[in-house]
């Protein structure tokens, strides 16, 4: 059984960084691929990165380009995304999602399995 669990959201001021974290367990992830969604108060769950682990290729919303990074530590299992320059609208929770496939996908219903989220809050 898969199980994501994330860490490392927090409270920050604008122009602030938090990294999170997402460790994984259950399976093998070479033949998967990963992602990060967030979903603000009222707000449809949205696509912010994803990684393919066995290739490393990442891909970003054009939200977040430039801002925050996408990364997976293989002997640890664990996939980070590392954000820089937060802003206000960043404010949401974030989710760690995983996918039965190499390939890159942004929507989620591309993905089978997923963290209980945590809180990321940017004040201004």
């Known amino acids: 059984q898969v199980q994501l669990v994330e860490s490392g959201g927090g409270l920050v001021q604008a122009g602030g960084s938090l990294r999170l974290s997402c460790a994984a367990s259950?399976?093998?992830?070479?033949?998967?691929?990963m992602g990060w969604f967030r979903q603000a108060p009222g707000k449809e769950r949205e696509f912010v990165a994803v990684?393919?682990?066995?290739?490393?290729?990442?891909y970003s919303a054009d939200s977040v380009k430039g801002r925050f990074t996408i990364s997976r530590d293989n002997a640890k299992n664990t996939v980070y995304l590392q954000m820089n320059s937060l802003k206000p609208e960043d404010t949401a929770v974030y989710y760690c999602?995983?996918?039965?496939?190499?390939?890159?996908?942004?929507?989620?219903?591309?993905?089978?399995?997923w963290g209980q989220g945590t809180q990321v809050t940017v004040s201004s």
């Open positions: 259950g399976r093998t992830f070479s033949g998967y691929s």
């Open positions: 999602a995983a996918r039965r496939s190499a390939s890159i996908a942004t929507t989620k219903e591309a993905y089978g399995y």
């Open positions: 990684i393919s682990w066995s290739s490393g290729r990442t």
